[in-house]
């Protein structure tokens, strides 16, 4: 899989904590991991500079299980589900294995990474709605973050999303 990123020495996909997979992505401009278990940023590194991300020593490793600090997803819902105690806190999409879409570098030198999940019987268990969401993560001097969310199905729906951060140093760069 990693030859087929196109972009061999700067991105790979290895095994992570809990052998969990993940990104590890490492360019001039900086370093980072993302987690393709909730499509989950647990670092961030600008060249030169110290790690900017807040990760937990209390995570959990494990599917099903949520990444504690980083950048998690939060969708369809933040928090609590008002209606159903026993779902998820901060929704689904975060203990979800996602799908690595693409990976690109862009003239500037950031890497840009695309990962994507959609619904199924198991989101329906939660959530009766057809989606599909794109997280597209660019890493170079700066962080940014875009969420895309798509209504695949025929009927509207409203939600709540998030791009909870943990933050280690007062700096950080995100859009």
Request: contains cysteine; neutral net charge; glycine residues 8%.
């Amino acid at each position: 899989m990693n030859h087929s990123l196109g972009l061999a020495g700067v991105v790979e996909v290895v095994a992570g904590t809990g052998g969990l997979p993940k990104l590890r992505v490492t360019s001039p401009l900086a370093s980072a991991e993302i987690y393709l278990h909730g499509a989950h940023v647990t670092s961030w590194k600008p060249a030169g500079a110290e790690e900017v991300l807040f990760l937990s020593e209390h995570s959990y490793w494990q599917n099903g299980r949520a990444i504690r600090g980083g950048i998690p997803i939060c969708f369809p819902w933040f928090r609590g589900k008002l209606d159903d105690p026993k779902a998820p806190a901060h929704g689904f999409v975060r203990t979800r294995e996602w799908r690595l879409h693409s990976v690109t570098a862009e003239n500037d030198g950031t890497v840009a990474v695309v990962c994507s999940t959609e619904s199924d019987d198991t989101t329906r268990r939660w959530w009766p709605h057809e989606f599909r969401i794109e997280h597209r993560i660019a890493i170079g001097k700066t962080l940014r973050l875009e969420l895309t969310i798509t209504n695949t199905g025929n009927a509207a729906f409203q939600f709540s999303e998030a791009l909870h951060t943990y933050f280690r140093v007062p700096w950080l760069s995100v859009h």
